[in-house]
Structure formats: C-alpha cells, structure tokens
C-alpha cells in the first residue's frame, strides 16, 4: 500500500485570537481547511470575516502578540507550523509558502527597482551567482508575460502599469516554485479585464507547478472563474465549504445562500417603454485636458486628455451608467458636470441652465439642485461633525432656518433606512453601508434634481452593497430623481442603469439602453469589457433568500 | 524613466534664474525695514566721536548720500550690488566683502558639524526608537530628545561653559582658535577642533531632537506599510528591513526638514557664536547692528540668502536621489 502524500496545507480547528476590546474574542474560530497538490481553494467572506489573518496566521505573519494562533493545528506538507522558531519560518517564506497581495503599487518598495526584489527572494533563499539571479529574475518576468522583461527588470515599480506590477508579484512569489501560494484578493485593486488575464496567469503557472492555492476574495464571480474547492467565512466561522459547484449553484447555510443572493446577476432591468420625461441633464461637446508637471522653463509640458467631447442627457427619473476601466474619463465626467473640476470646453445644461457658464453666485443657488454620492463614504464625511449636522449643513448654508433643517435631517434619516437616534452620533460610529446611507442622506437634503454618484457601492461588501443600491433605486423611483452613476462595476451597472456610457480614454466608444449594450455590443472594448467580467458563464441562481 | 531624465546642469541652471527675484526680493525687504528702523551710520560714527555740530553731520549724510530718498539710495545700493560691490565698512574699516570673507570659514564649520551632527545621530536614534517603540529604550531616547528640545541654545552653551571650562577646565572657553599659541598641521586642526566642540553641542541638540522625533515617527509609519510585509513575506530577516526598505522611505521627510531648517540654524548660530566669541557671520551680524553698520549688515544677509539657496537646491538634489519616484524637470 503506497503513503498518500500529505496534503500541502491541512488547518485542523485553528483558533485566532483577537485582543480584548474586539468585536468579538476571536478572529477565526475551528476552521478546517485542506488544500491539496494543484488545487486552488476560495476562501470568501465579506470584510472582518476573518480570512486576511487566516493567511497571516499560516505565514506566522501575525502582528503578535496582540493576534496570535491560540488553538489547532496549521500543518504544511505534513508538518506542524505552530511551535516553529522565527529563524526557520523565515526558511519557508518567500520559498515553500509565498504569498501575492492585493494593492501591487504598495506592496511593492517604490525605491527599488523591479529586479532588485525578485533578485532579494533569490538572494535571502539561494546560494546562486549574480549573475544566475538576474537570468533567473528576466525567465521569471518573461513567464508572467510582461514585454521587454530585460528593461522591466531595471524599471521602478511607477513605471510600469497596475496590471504589470501585479504580474512582477506573481513572479517575486512563484520565483522558486513554492508548494502553497497565498493569494490575497490579488485581482481586487486592478481593472476587469487586467483581472482576467491576472486570474489567468494565476491559473497556467499554478498548473505548470503543480502548488496548492489559497485564494482570498470577496467576489463570487471571481470564485466562479477560478475555483476548485470554496470555503466561506462568516465573522470567523467556516459556514461551508465544497466543490466550487456545489457552494456556487447549490448553497445550503443561509449566509452563504444571502451572500451569492446579493451578487448583482448580469441581466439588465426591463426596458422601460421610451421615455419621453424631460431632460434635466445635458452635456455638450464636452472637454478636459490635464497639464503634465513640468518646469517653467523646461518647455515640454505633455498635456493628458482626460474627456474629448463627450456629449449626454440625462432624463428625469433615469439612471444613465458611466462605466469605463480606470483612466478612462468617467470620474472626470462626474466632477465636470458637478463643476468640482473647470472644464476647457463645452456645456453642461442643468434644468435649461448652463451650469458652465454660471457665475460664483449662481453656481452656489444652481448647486442644490445636483448633488454627489462619493465612493469612499468614511473619507467625504468630515469624522468631527454630528450626523445630523453633516446632513443639515447644506440647506442650513442654502439659507434654511437650522431647527427645521435638523429635524428634516432626522426625516431623511429614516428614509435612508437608519434610526433616527443615529442623529447624534459621529461617522465612525457606524459600518460602511451605514456610513453610505449618511452620504446619501445629506445629497438628498438639498432636494436635488440630479444625483451624481460616483463608484457609491465600490468599498462596500456585496450583501451591503446589494442593499445599498436596492436603496438607490428605490429612491429614485420614489423621488423621481435622475441618477449619473459612475462605475467600473459592470455587474452592478447592469443592475441599476437604464441605459449606459462606455467610455474608453477620454470617449464615448458605445453608448445605449443597458439591455441592448449588453446583449448585443458593438465596439470591440465593450465586448472585451463583457467578456472580462469574472464568472460572467454563472448565473447566480435565484434563490428565495430569508436571510437578507 | 532615467533616459528623459534632462542633464543636471539645464535643472541647476534653471534654479539658478529662479533664485534671482527670491534674493532680489530679500534684499529689497531687508533695505526697507532697515531704513525704517531709527538711526544710521552716520548717527553711530558721531556717537562715537562723542557728538558733533548739525553741519558736520548733514555733510557726512552728503558724502555717504544718506541725504537722498530711500529709493535713490536702494536703487545705488542694488546697482553695485550687481556687480558683487557690498560696500565699504565705517567701522571695520575695510571692504565689506574682506570682513565677509575672513568671516564665513568659521560660521560654515560650525553649521556643518552641527547639522551633520544632529542629522546622524537624530536617525540614529530615531530609528533605533522607532524599532523599539513603547520600550524603556525608547522612553530613554523620548525623554533625552524632550529635554533637548526644550533647552534654550544659550541656557545650554553657559552651562556647557560653567562646566567643561570653568569647573573641570577641558575646553576653551571662546574663540575659534588659541591666541598667539602659533599652531601648525595637526596641532592647529585639533585646537579648532577643541574650539568648536561646546558650540557645535549647543548648537545641534536642539536639531537633533527635531530629527529625532520625525525620524520615530517616519520610520514606524513605514514599518507599517505593504512592502515591507511583502519583504518578511519574502522571507527577510528584521534587520534587512531596516536597512533595505525602511531606511530609505523613512529618510525622505527627515531631508526635507534639513534644507528646511539650514536657515534657522544660521539665525541659530547668531546667539551661540556671539556667547562662545567665535569670529563668525553670526557674531558679526550681531555687532553690525548694534554699530549700525549697514553695508555689512545688507552683506551678511545677501551672503545668507544665497547660502539658504544653494543649500535647497543641494536638499532637492538629494531628494531626488534618495526617491525613485522623482524626476528633476
């Protein structure tokens, strides 16, 4: 009878340990896990799930003494990992365990050059020459598909795209073909269709080498795409765990059932019969360009064109989708038509008003009437103001008597589904989807015409998210707003939009009913766009969920 | 990239036509505000001859055309200074570029040894603080730069004074050099040497507390920062952190506050060379105006502008080597 090999990582009932004054004792509770020789397993759970100290406690990476392994077993290639000394993890890491991290601009030192720090791994690991390292270093960056590996070996890490940073990780981790690979949500930071080839790449090397995978992410259509076992996490707990089949398409706990109930399905809204509401929005011929730095005598300013004419409308009661990858114009469209930001040319009609052409003191009256909903809900409240004050501040300066203001604060509060006790507190007392509601509590407290939100549910959790934009919709519906909802997320654009913007390097390239854009895409970046989006084969299966 | 990079000399030469309205402005400023203050030249040499007849002094203000408008006489003085011609000094009795010259050796010293003494060992400590933040090391290294901080330089260089010359005798108590001891070589080197130590120390505890505190601070906000995880995830010891990807990030703030700070250390050394007697600029600066002694005075702070000029540019030099991310254009 011929040994099985051991399984290249077997957690047995770990048990981590949070310091006093957490939310909870402990960050993870009894998971097991095993991942066998060229299997990739998910482990997905939404923020403070616990799985980004799951891959720190396997590295013996956790910032002790504070979080520390407190129970089970953590067992690489057959052997206890508990109990080893620094010196010999030390020995494992970036060698047998290597692990790859989300954001490639900073986890990668801006001072050293790209083949400095995958020479350090062969450095601190091998007795190889130099000159070994260096032709090890240019075979590893010609595996990952970056271009021109020789130059890219002397590049700094800003000079080269996200993308391509995320490729020279992929290749400082798998440089000496460890046997587990920790990814950490490894695609999250990079645009759809550089996720792709990412997720990809991922997949060839890991097959090429045979190593088990952890793979953390918080996105089911990432799952879909890459997955052969998928284990998910809820605020510790292992809720379930089995083939990507049957967590996907036949959830059993109703966490997970609510969790991949909130993931937007690729299928636009109905069409609505053709609107003929009066058009509250509208811009025209539409241009930014951006001044390069540069000296005053250097003479050789390149100006960045960030929107060429770009031309819209925006009906009442409709939401019209900016999507586009990042680089690609839609922010700028957002702060232009909000005048957050001058723009060299071009109209932008609010109401039959040229918001453009409107003089300080008409462009505070005109402001009232559009208002933005801002990505990162924790960065646009100021954290030293009330709620009700954050959310009374704008009529009070539009010349509002401020107790009325107040107590309107409290109304819209309810509206946006918070208690109206919430008043009094400050922002950090509240959870990101909480924090969102405030953001659009105080857009709504100028009884706006037009919402201009940018990326509103892109640092949300799915679940979170699924009910934030649950929230839009219904109050546009109910307040007969009209909505410019910038964003990368196709999903949640299908989800939302009645009809979309793609928007590529500055310019509409495809523009249209959601439905129609999606079902049948003419230019061939929206069809890469749509062909990029991770598990775009899976349709979320409906389910009556209980939970949500 | 490296291969855009413009040639050094075209970014020097550029910052060289932008330091000119800069200094230009100064000096306009600094003639200003002099002539506003009460008394002039003539009113010090007369004090000194123990008074004189109203006629003898508005001929002297003739002669130095003092009697002009305050712009004639500005637009006189930044004509020759156009030319580099400062002046002539009433009360040294020579060029004011002569005294300048004999003067700046001795203030250049003393701001090198003290700078690049509080920069060394204020990253030092700091990054030694910083590894072993909330220890009693670091309360030790915390505690030592407070006091620094809040001692003032000439409480500090009296005391100094009080102990290592007057009490135990091991240091000279003034000047730059021993008089009419005639020394040669080494000898003289080391009798500077003896000179400048007690006011380098007042002068660069003070600095060095400042580099101190920010170097903590920078050092542990990089400590904390994804490449260096990336780096122990590479499988890098804690001491190979430190010196290859914290150091250098943690350097950057530390360097700006040097060129920053080049300037208050030259008003600094006014106090510490007038209390140690060191023939410096600061000492003179001192005496020109107590002597209103105009011309040296516009001449010191000509030659200061210039010093606090060069010195942001080299800080910018090093800036830029130091970060990756930076392109001199």
């Not at chain 1, 095993?34 to 482990?43: H, M």
């Not at chain 1, 075979?139 to 598909?145: A, C, G, I, T, Y």
């Not at chain 1, 083939?243 to 997970?256: C, E, G, I, R, S």
Request: proline share 5%.
């Amino acid at each position: 009878m011929t040994k099985t090999p051991p399984p290249v990582l077997e957690l047995c009932n770990v048990q981590i340990s949070l310091p006093k004054g957490a939310d909870r004792p402990y960050a993870l509770e009894g998971l097991d896990l095993t991942i066998e020789a060229g299997e990739i397993v998910c482990l997905v759970g939404e923020s403070g799930s616990g799985k980004s100290l799951c891959a720190g406690a396997i590295m013996g990476l956790l910032p002790e003494p504070h979080v520390r392994v407190t129970g089970g077993a953590i067992r690489f290639m057959g052997e206890e990992l508990r109990g080893k000394t620094d010196a010999e993890m030390r020995k494992l890491r970036g060698a047998d365990i290597s692990m790859i991290f989300q954001e490639p601009m900073t986890a990668l030192n801006p001072q050293k050059t790209v083949g400095w720090q995958i020479d350090e791994v062969l450095r601190l690991h091998t007795k190889m020459s130099k000159a070994e390292r260096k032709v090890r270093a240019i075979e590893m960056l010609e595996r990952v598909h970056i271009p021109d590996p020789a130059s890219a070996y002397n590049a700094h890490p800003h000079q080269i795209s996200g993308g391509q940073r995320q490729r020279v990780m992929i290749a400082m981790s798998l440089v000496l073909s460890p046997k587990l690979i920790i990814a950490d949500e490894p695609t999250t930071a990079l645009d759809v269709t550089t996720q792709l080839q990412i997720l990809k790449l991922i997949r060839e090397l890991q097959e090429e080498e045979g190593a088990g995978v952890l793979f953390i992410t918080h996105d089911f259509g990432v799952v879909a795409e890459i997955a052969d076992k998928v284990a998910v996490l809820c605020r510790g707990e292992l809720v379930e765990s089995g083939t990507t089949d049957a967590v996907l398409n036949h959830p059993q706990h109703p966490y997970t059932r609510a969790l991949i109930g909130a993931v937007p399905a690729l299928t636009p809204p109905p069409i609505k019969a053709a609107s003929d509401a009066p058009v509250v929005l509208k811009g025209t011929g539409l241009k930014k360009t951006f001044a390069a730095r540069g000296g005053l005598l250097s003479g050789k300013r390149k100006a960045v064109t960030a929107v060429k004419d770009l031309t819209f409308e925006l009906r009442q009661g409709e939401t019209l989708g900016v999507v586009g990858e990042s680089g690609s114009g839609k922010t700028t469209v957002s702060r232009i038509v909000t005048r957050l930001l001058e723009c060299d040319q071009g109209s932008v009609e609010l109401d039959g008003t040229d918001l453009l052409a409107a003089t300080p003191r008409e462009l505070r009256a005109l402001r009232q009437h559009i208002q933005m909903v801002f990505q990162d809900p924790m960065a646009s409240l100021n954290p030293r103001k009330r709620v009700v004050d954050l959310i009374a501040q704008g009529p009070i300066v539009h010349g509002a008597d401020p107790a009325k203001a107040r107590e309107d604060a409290k109304r819209l509060l309810e509206l946006v589904e918070l208690s109206p006790a919430a008043a009094n507190r400050f922002p950090h007392e509240f959870s990101g989807g909480q924090r969102q509601r405030i953001g659009i509590a105080r857009a709504l407290a100028m009884e706006p015409k037009v919402i201009v939100a940018d990326e509103p549910v892109s640092a949300l959790d799915v679940s979170v998210q699924a009910q934030v934009l649950k929230l839009l919709a219904d109050l546009r519906d109910r307040l007969n707003l009209s909505l410019l909802f910038v964003t990368h997320d196709l999903r949640v654009a299908a989800q939302l939009c009645d009809r979309i913007i793609v928007m590529q390097k500055g310019e509409i390239v495809e523009h249209g009913l959601t439905a129609e854009v999606f079902a049948n895409p003419q230019h061939p970046y929206t069809q890469n766009l749509l062909s990029s989006i991770p598990g775009r084969d899976w349709t979320p299966p409906s389910l009556q969920t209980d939970a949500a | 990239m490296t291969l855009h990079m413009p040639p050094i000399l075209s970014y020097a030469l550029r910052r060289l036509v932008q330091a000119i309205p800069v200094v230009i402005l100064i000096m306009i400023g600094t003639f200003l505000l002099l002539k506003l203050a009460p008394g002039d030249t003539v009113d010090a040499l007369v004090g000194d001859m123990g008074g004189a007849d109203a006629a003898f002094i508005a001929r002297l203000r003739a002669e130095y055309g003092l009697d002009q408008p305050v712009w004639v006489q500005l637009w006189r003085y930044m004509v020759k200074l156009a030319s580099f011609d400062f002046g002539w000094s009433f009360v040294y009795e020579q060029p004011v570029s002569t005294v300048l010259m004999e003067r700046l050796g001795t203030t250049l010293m003393l701001m090198a040894s003290s700078l690049s003494i509080a920069f060394v060992a204020g990253i030092v400590l700091g990054a030694i603080a910083a590894r072993r933040a909330y220890s009693a090391t670091d309360n030790l290294i915390s505690v030592l730069g407070l006091v620094f901080y809040a001692t003032p330089s000439f409480f500090l260089s009296l005391m100094l004074m009080l102990v290592f010359s007057v009490k135990l005798g091991w240091l000279p108590v003034g000047g730059i050099k021993t008089i009419a001891a005639f020394y040669t070589g080494w000898d003289h080197v080391w009798d500077v040497v003896r000179h400048l130590i007690m006011p380098t120390a007042a002068l660069s505890l003070i600095y060095l507390a400042f580099y101190l505190r920010l170097m903590r601070a920078s050092v542990m906000e990089v400590a904390d920062l994804d490449y260096v995880r990336t780096a122990r995830a590479k499988g890098a010891r804690e001491g190979r952190l430190m010196t290859h990807h914290i150091m250098r990030n943690a350097l950057l703030p530390v360097v700006t506050l040097l060129g920053l700070q080049f300037s208050t250390v030259l008003g600094g050394s006014i106090v510490v060379e007038t209390i140690f007697t060191l023939p410096g600029l600061g000492q003179l600066a001192y005496q020109s105006v107590v002597q209103r002694d105009m011309n040296t005075l516009m001449g010191i702070i000509f030659l200061c502008a210039i010093i606090v000029v060069v010195v942001n540019f080299l800080t910018d030099l090093l800036y830029a080597r130091l970060d990756s991310r930076i392109e001199l254009a």
